[in-house]
Each structure stands twice: as structure tokens, then as C-alpha cells.
């Protein structure tokens, strides 16, 4: 099951920022936080991955909480192409040969960017 | 361009027919997924590979057999199709698996009736 919770839709007015949300409670110390987005019908796109301190780079940026436990994406100036359906996945480092570290993708968060 | 493709594009199957998903990436890349998409659910993974000659389950591995004979081709095979294998098959790879970024394939939509 994935790790994480998620709005099932938000909505975003063109220009403004989107924020969105994801709580990982049962987070543990190696294990990072990723978001993705896949926009209908293609495959998905990674956007961000960060540990615990806030990454930002030319797509969003990423705000973890201290305690870890939740996070934000912050997509700065969203346009009507940011509109996907966005995964906040939780994933472990790898034990090489083990299955840890393999995404789960939950339902993620459906942003709609309206003009 | 580099990156990962799949073929085919999509794929109409009779039930108990064999068929094979092709994924290839030419970005040199150690691990590569398969996921299933159903509609209302995420990706779900079925089988992962860590590196050539090596290949893992994931969440939902029953129907499916997978190879990583070498570095570029992870291809999925339903040895006997079902209608519930029907869905989006998205292949990925990643520089190792389980660290940073995955790159996904543009997809297979397979219907089996």
C-alpha cells in the first residue's frame, strides 16, 4: 500500500502557485519523498525528490516538514499544462537485491489549472 | 533522442494468446519496472530488475514473466492472456534502482478479450 495521503483534486487558477499536499506519517529516516505527475494518457514524469531538507529546481520546489511527516509541492506559476494527476510517492534507499526502493504509486492528487 | 521506448503502441489479444511487451532504454541504465495502470488506480508494479540478469516481483507479478538478458531490453511476456490483464503498460528505468529519478516509456494500452 502506499505510504502516503493525498487530496484526491485541487484546483488552480493559471498563473498562481499550486500547492499541494501529502502527508507521510509513517515516513522513516532513509526513506526520501518523490513527486511525479502524469498528464493524460502519457507516462509519468518525475518532478522532485528530496530527503529532509527543501529542494527546489527549474520545475517546483519541494518543503518538507521537520518532523518529515508531511511535505509540500509548489509548482510557482502554474499554467494550464501543469494539469496532471500528481503522485507523491514515499521510497526507501535500495538493499541491493531486495525490493526496497520500488515506487508505489498511490491515486495521487488531480490538478485542474483553470485560465 | 535518448530515453526508453515500448512497442507495440497498443494491442488488441485474443484470451490464451502469448504476447510480449518490448522496452528498451539506451541511457546505459541498471534497473529497470513494469507497471500495470488500471483506470481509478495508480501504477502498480509488476515485476523490477536491478540489473542485467537479475529480475524481482513486485506488487503484481501473477501472469507475467519478465528477462533482462542485457543492459537495454526488459521485455514482459503474458504467456496466456487473461481479460484482467487488460490496462496501460508503462515500462521505467533508473540509473540504480530505488535511487532518484525513473524515466518511463510512453506506454502499451493491451485489451484481451
Known amino acids: 500500500d502506499a505510504k502516503t495521503t493525498q487530496p484526491p483534486s485541487m484546483d488552480c487558477a493559471e498563473g498562481r502557485a499550486a500547492n499541494l499536499p501529502c502527508n507521510h506519517s509513517t515516513i522513516s529516516g532513509n526513506e526520501y519523498v518523490y513527486w511525479y505527475r502524469q498528464i493524460h494518457s502519457q507516462g509519468p514524469q518525475y518532478i522532485i525528490h528530496?530527503?529532509?531538507n527543501n529542494e527546489t529546481n527549474e520545475m517546483a520546489s519541494l518543503i518538507i516538514t521537520e518532523d518529515r511527516k508531511s511535505s509540500t509541492l509548489i509548482l510557482p506559476h502554474a499554467t494550464l499544462r501543469d494539469t496532471a494527476v500528481y503522485y507523491c510517492?514515499?521510497?526507501?534507499?535500495?538493499?541491493?537485491?531486495?525490493?526496497?526502493?520500488?515506487?508505489?504509486f498511490g491515486k495521487g492528487t488531480k490538478l485542474s489549472v483553470k485560465p | 533522442i535518448a530515453g526508453i521506448t515500448q512497442a507495440p503502441t497498443s494491442q488488441i489479444l485474443a484470451a490464451g494468446r502469448r504476447m510480449t511487451l518490448r522496452c528498451t532504454q539506451d541511457?546505459?541504465?541498471?534497473?529497470m519496472y513494469w507497471y500495470r495502470q488500471d483506470l481509478g488506480l495508480g501504477l502498480r508494479l509488476i515485476h523490477y530488475?536491478?540489473?542485467?540478469?537479475?529480475?524481482g516481483k513486485g506488487e503484481v507479478p501473477d501472469g507475467y514473466s519478465v528477462s533482462r538478458a542485457n543492459t537495454d531490453d526488459f521485455p514482459l511476456t503474458l504467456a496466456s492472456a487473461v481479460p484482467s490483464q487488460t490496462s496501460v503498460y508503462f515500462c521505467?528505468?533508473?540509473?540504480?534502482?530505488?535511487?532518484?529519478?525513473?524515466?518511463f516509456g510512453p506506454g502499451t494500452r493491451l485489451t484481451v478479450l
Open positions: 521505467a528505468s533508473s540509473a540504480r534502482q530505488g535511487v532518484g529519478e525513473q524515466f
Open positions: 510517492i514515499v521510497s526507501g534507499t535500495m538493499n541491493y537485491g531486495g525490493s526496497q526502493g520500488n515506487l508505489i
Open positions: 528530496g530527503l529532509k
Open positions: 530488475s536491478n540489473t542485467a540478469g537479475t529480475t
Open positions: 541511457m546505459r541504465h541498471n534497473a
